[in-house]
């Protein structure tokens, strides 16, 4: 039997002996059928193909890729989307100015006129999922990425002839570490516009300080619609395009939940490493100490100034909020990991692998190299990896001007079809959320502590040269660090004064440092990349019946599982779900993440809660399932076991942050925002009802 087929025979079978709890994995939508059983045993009540199909509606069809880092949902049928506040917050921050503070004052639009579109943003709806595994690895030896990826593009080509449009896009992605691949195509939407989100306040309330932790009180949404041309097909922005008409939408439910009752949650997961090893989750836990450690710094600087400033906190807010989120997610992860001794527990299940092995010859010569190999890529490449966390962190992300830099030197050296005048207004957009005094800060703190924790044979040559505050001040001498200077270079972009401005000399700088980085780690991670798809190979054989499912790697995904709660510690009990009581026991007037708008307190307080509140006359604001998520997840629905909206998924909880690593089922939770409470500010607070009369309402 070739290989790719006793995987494929081996996954099924084991999908169909399932004996995992249902609230662990990630399941790929088209196998749905293999999971319907225990679906339907927690509540389930739809079919299959009520779920996932190619030739009619489903719910996959109302279910989107948002911006390509988030998830959302349709809600109507006039291509409405929900997703969370953070997952918009960087299209919210583009039209805000201090005249128009959407981030303090919130947003929204009373009719389809006051709609404002938002460049750059689409959404995707996946179309249809196929394993081509077999003709993905058709004559390769040795898993030769040359020839997976002549393969790949043959593949591709030939789906492009069934999808013809220049808005229909087709990935294939490696799953089980490259042991299977399943193709994916998606159809792009590039005319998005912003319709409505609450104020910082509300769709931000707690934040940092909340982040990643429950009990949670923050209504963390927005909405956007999608707009086509006339024909109702995918369009750019124009003036005379009309509101989607969509496949299908998602109907809302307003009875609530209770414990044990069923939840799915429907998404695009990014990223998860569970088939890691003890040795792979070190090296993870000294990265994300460099990670927090070096972000901490920086937003120390942009805080102090986004306080001072309207100004720069509207320039700053998008930048601060993603680099806040995993400075945070890294913190509480290391604790969790650590909390939860996983290195321990993948040590044990590596020790359970060697003996299964070594108890069969053959398996003993196919997998007894792959731990020891493991081992020693990750102990090669233990420094180089901190060093390149610091290379990314503190100058890549740190330097704004000099990643500016990088992408002036990269279109004048190849523009690659973009024109003069969409490089312009590229530059003119950088500008216009820029602050040369705020980057002078971050880059001076950021050079000093590169020269602080790393050896100097890393440093770049300007640091070599010179102290970091002259460096610093030397660099941000050049004609790049005002709009003024950049449109009086292109209106002569000359080679020779491009190589000899500061930022352009310092950014090649450290790109040589980067690319000898870079260049060191490339044996390691091909040994690295080989090893751990031998190893999942063999630990999905060991574990056959356990029901495996592949990583996270942002393709959409169903998890099913159940409302609940959990005791994080002894004599704790985290109820499953708050009310906004909670808003108003946290409030801190006048505090940056727990002050209350004056509006939303006298609503709150009056409990003029309508038809949103729970059958105990609270308002709810947030509830928790077991349901397995990740990043990415971020803004997905959750849905009752009827296919009905009950709430919008936004965050993990602190005690189970080794999540991406390891699944705990006893502390493992879902963060979602109650739909009530979503519907409560947007007609309550916002006044926009004529958002609510598109809504359908499930009865």
Known sequence: MKFTKFLSVLVLIAIAASTARADEGMWLLNLIGKNYKQMKAQGFRLKPEDVYSVNKSSLKDAVVVFGGYCTGEIVSDQGLIFTNHHCGYQ???????????????????????????????????????????????????????????????????????????????????????????????????????????????????????????????TCDFSVFRVYVDK?????????????????????????????????????FPGTTQRYSTSYEIYNDM?????????????????????????EIRIKYATKYSHSS???????????????????????????????????????????????SQIQKACDADRDNAHV??????????????????????????????????????????????????????????????YM?????????????????????????????????????????????????????SNFLAVLDIYRELL????????????????????????????????????TERLTFGTVQDYKPKDGVLMNYFTTTDGVLEKEIPGDYEFDVPAKLKTLLQNKDFGRYADKDGSLHACFITDNDITGGNSGSPVIDGRGNLIGLAFDGNSEAMCGDWYFNTKLQRCINVDIRYVLFIIEKYGNCHRLINELTFAK
Not at 326 to 334: F, G, L, Q, T, V
Not at 480 to 499: I, S, V, W, Y
């Open 91 to 217: 299209s919210i921050q583009q039209h805000s100015t201090v005249a128009h503070d959407y981030l303090k004052d919130g947003f929204w639009a009373m009719s389809f006129d006051e709609e404002i579109s938002t460049p750059d943003l689409y959404v995707s709806i996946l179309q249809e999922i196929a394993d081509v595994t077999d003709d993905v690895l058709k004559g390769v030896n040795n898993h030769s990425e040359e020839q997976i990826d002549a393969n790949i593009e043959k593949i591709t080509a030939e789906y492009k002839k069934k999808y013809s449009s220049e808005f229909h896009r087709i990935e294939i992605k490696p799953f089980f570490e490259g042991n299977s691949y399943f193709l994916c195509v998606y159809l792009d939407y590039k005319d998005v516009r912003l319709v409505g989100t609450p104020p910082d306040a509300i769709g931000k309330f707690g934040g940092d300080t909340d982040n990643w932790m429950w009990p949670r009180h």
């Open 231 to 267: 024909d109702g097909n995918p369009a750019e922005y124009n003036a005379s395009n009309v509101p989607m008409k969509p496949k299908y939408h998602l109907p809302i439910s307003l009875k609530g939940y209770k414990k044990g009752d069923f939840a799915m949650v429907m998404g």
């Open 286 to 310: 000294l990265s994300n100490d460099d990670r927090a450690k070096i972000r901490g710094i920086r937003q120390d600087v942009l805080h102090a100034d986004m306080e001072a400033s309207d």
């Open 325 to 371: 989120n995993y400075w945070k997610n890294s913190i509480e992860a290391n604790k969790s990991l650590k909390a939860l001794n996983i290195v321990g527990e993948k040590q044990k299940q590596e020790r359970e692998f060697e003996n299964w092995y070594r108890a069969n010859s053959q398996r003993q010569n196919e997998y007894q190299d792959a731990l």
């Open 388 to 449: 390149l966390m610091y290379v990314n962190e503190c100058f890549f992300n740190g330097m704004e001007l000099l990643m500016h830099g990088y992408h002036i030197i990269d279109y004048i050296l190849d523009p690659d079809g973009k024109t003069k005048e969409e490089f312009i207004k590229e530059g003119h957009n950088f500008y216009k959320d820029y602050s040369y005094s705020t980057d002078y800060k971050s880059s001076l703190a950021m050079a000093k502590l």
């Open 452 to 504: 602080e924790d790393i050896d100097e044979k890393y440093y770049p040559s300007f640091l070599k040269e010179m102290p970091a505050d002259s460096a610093v001040a030397y660099m941000f001498t050049s004609q790049f660090a005002t709009q003024e200077g950049f449109d009086k270079f292109m209106e002569n972009p000359t080679r020779e004064a491009l190589l000899t401005d500061p930022v352009i």
């Open 519 to 554: 260049t060191a780690s490339r044996a390691n991670e091909s040994m690295l990349n080989n090893a751990r798809r031998i190893y999942t190979k063999g630990v999905n054989e060991m574990n056959a019946g356990a029901n495996p499912y592949p990583d996270a790697n942002f």
